[in-house]
């Protein structure tokens, strides 16, 4: 074999040697997972005690009342083991102070905006049951992830914080602050002054 189709050969060989090599994609480090959760279909209680109100929990929460030093007598929370998440109710009497009690909670939930990438506010309105409140979606790596009120703009007054018992990771928890979220305007939809 002449010395020029050696040459030819080698070149030929050595560019199919490489082409596998030079053909490979970077390694790239995967994504953090995130555990799948399957929730159970959603069926609701009624909660009806001495209470100056009652609503409608998922069948599977606890309702438990708040032990806290600074609880008042008709706070409680709604706890969901299998989350590791409580709501947070606290209600009070409204006499000639509603205005306090919603530039109080507006100040509670914007102690959030720091760690929060958007806080989206809905009103809810149910005349029938004369009920007026306004839902606070947290978005973001922020302690809570939902607040709401509801009053009836004379007498009582409801409020509510979302908090899960771990440090707060808005990608890890979405599934679960969605699937809370849809309790918690079912809670406001059933829910009745006394």
């Not at 159970?40 to 806290?68: H, M, R």
């Amino acid at each position: 074999m002449p010395r020029h189709s050696r040459i030819i050969l080698l070149s030929f060989l050595i560019v199919f040697a490489c082409l596998p090599i030079s053909c490979r994609d970077k390694a790239m480090p995967k994504p953090k997972g995130y555990f799948r959760i399957d929730f159970p279909q959603k069926n609701y209680e009624i909660w009806n005690q001495d209470y100056p109100f009652s609503f409608e929990y998922l069948k599977g929460a606890k309702v438990i009342k708040d032990k806290s030093r600074l609880a008042e007598q008709y706070w409680l929370n709604i706890e969901y083991p299998k989350y590791n998440a409580i709501l947070h109710l606290s209600y009070k009497e409204v006499s000639k102070n509603l205005e306090k009690y919603l530039e109080d909670s507006h100040k509670l939930v914007y102690k959030h905006a720091i760690k929060a990438d958007a806080i989206d506010e809905k009103n809810y309105i149910d005349k029938e049951n004369n009920i007026f409140g306004l839902v606070y979606r947290i978005q973001g790596n922020a302690a809570s992830a939902i607040q709401f009120i509801a009053t009836d703009s004379s007498k009582h007054f409801l409020r509510g914080s979302l908090y899960f018992n771990n440090h707060p990771n808005s990608d890890s928890l979405a599934p679960v602050i969605q699937y809370i979220d849809r309790d918690i305007v079912h809670l406001m939809e059933s829910l009745k002054w006394k």
